[in-house]
């Protein structure tokens, strides 16, 4: 079995040679071996011991906890925990950065494609990067609703085409209209839009925004605000929409 150093193990664990020698003063890690010059020696199991009292030491616990609970008999099932929990911190933080990192790459390309760069751009962006996901879910919740309303039709199309049935394409025109009207209502009072020129949010009426020429992420509409007519970023409502209706 190999043996170690108080040199070595220090390089090990990442630590001052003052560090393992205090360890063995406090009876936390005493050596294995004491060579007749009085020289520590240090076995694998000891490094092991070494590495959790140092990863104990980064946990904020103190020399007394850690010489208590290395005393426990059987450290190892809290020791586990520990290592469980901090565990679970890493990947919360793993997650947290990658999310902030998803962030900065769009705030970046959102840069990329603006020809004026400003501040007030960079606002947008930012708003825009929050209102995300709150958006993809109305989007998702309209298509939702909307895939019976396609089956019908295209069941309806299929039948009256190969049997020459055509009433329930009737059936579907007359269901289709009040849909058509409901969602769009639906739809409007859960959108806002970031004017370009003057970057304020704005409720445009129902009839400019339903007749609108648009884009997936874009509607050319008037800002009430500063005049500008132009494509205006959709972003999802935060203001109450039935004061701006």
């Given at each position: 079995?190999?043996?170690?150093?108080?040199?070595?193990?220090?390089?090990?664990?990442?630590?001052?040679?003052?560090?393992?020698?205090?360890?063995?003063?406090?009876?936390?890690?005493?050596?294995?071996?004491?060579?007749?010059?009085g020289?520590?020696?240090?076995?694998?199991?000891?490094?092991?011991?070494?590495?959790?009292?140092?990863?104990?030491?980064?946990?904020?616990?103190?020399?007394?906890?850690?010489?208590?609970l290395?005393?426990?008999?059987?450290?190892?099932?809290?020791?586990?925990?520990?290592?469980?929990?901090?565990?679970?911190?890493?990947?919360?933080?793993?997650?947290?950065?990658?999310?902030?990192?998803?962030?900065?790459?769009?705030?970046?390309?959102?840069?990329?494609s603006?020809?004026?760069?400003s501040?007030?751009?960079?606002?947008?962006?930012?708003?825009?990067?929050t209102?995300?996901?709150?958006l993809?879910k109305?989007?998702?919740?309209?298509?939702?609703?909307?895939?019976?309303?396609?089956?019908?039709?295209?069941?309806?199309?299929?039948?009256w085409?190969?049997?020459?049935?055509?009433?329930?394409?009737?059936?579907w025109?007359?269901?289709?209209?009040?849909?058509?009207?409901?969602?769009?209502?639906?739809?409007?009072?859960?959108?806002?839009?970031?004017?370009?020129?003057?970057?304020?949010?704005?409720?445009?009426?129902?009839?400019?925004?339903?007749?609108?020429?648009?884009?997936?992420?874009?509607?050319?509409l008037?800002?009430?605000h500063?005049?500008?007519?132009?494509?205006?970023?959709?972003?999802?409502?935060?203001?109450?929409?039935?004061?701006?209706?």
């Amino acid at each position: 079995m190999s043996k170690y150093t108080t040199g070595e193990v220090a390089k090990i664990c990442d630590i001052t040679v003052r560090t393992v020698q205090y360890y063995d003063n406090r009876g936390i890690l005493v050596p294995s071996e004491l060579t007749e010059g009085g020289r520590r020696l240090y076995s694998e199991d000891d490094v092991k011991r070494m590495k959790i009292i140092c990863f104990l030491r980064d946990l904020g616990l103190s020399i007394d906890t850690i010489g208590q609970l290395l005393e426990e008999e059987d450290p190892g099932s809290v020791i586990e925990l520990l290592l469980k929990r901090q565990e679970n911190d890493l990947k919360n933080e793993i997650r947290d950065r990658e999310e902030k990192l998803k962030k900065v790459l769009e705030l970046r390309d959102g840069l990329r494609s603006l020809n004026d760069f400003s501040v007030e751009s960079i606002a947008d962006i930012a708003y825009i990067m929050t209102n995300k996901e709150e958006l993809r879910k109305t989007r998702i919740t309209m298509i939702l609703t909307a895939i019976p309303l396609a089956i019908l039709q295209w069941t309806a199309i299929i039948l009256w085409v190969t049997k020459g049935f055509w009433p329930l394409f009737l059936i579907w025109a007359i269901v289709a209209l009040p849909y058509a009207i409901v969602v769009s209502r639906w739809y409007f009072k859960k959108v806002d839009y970031i004017c370009p020129k003057c970057h304020k949010v704005f409720k445009p009426t129902f009839k400019q925004m339903f007749w609108a020429n648009h884009t997936p992420n874009t509607r050319k509409l008037t800002c009430p605000h500063c005049g500008h007519r132009g494509f205006c970023v959709e972003v999802a409502a935060t203001s109450n929409p039935a004061e701006q209706e």
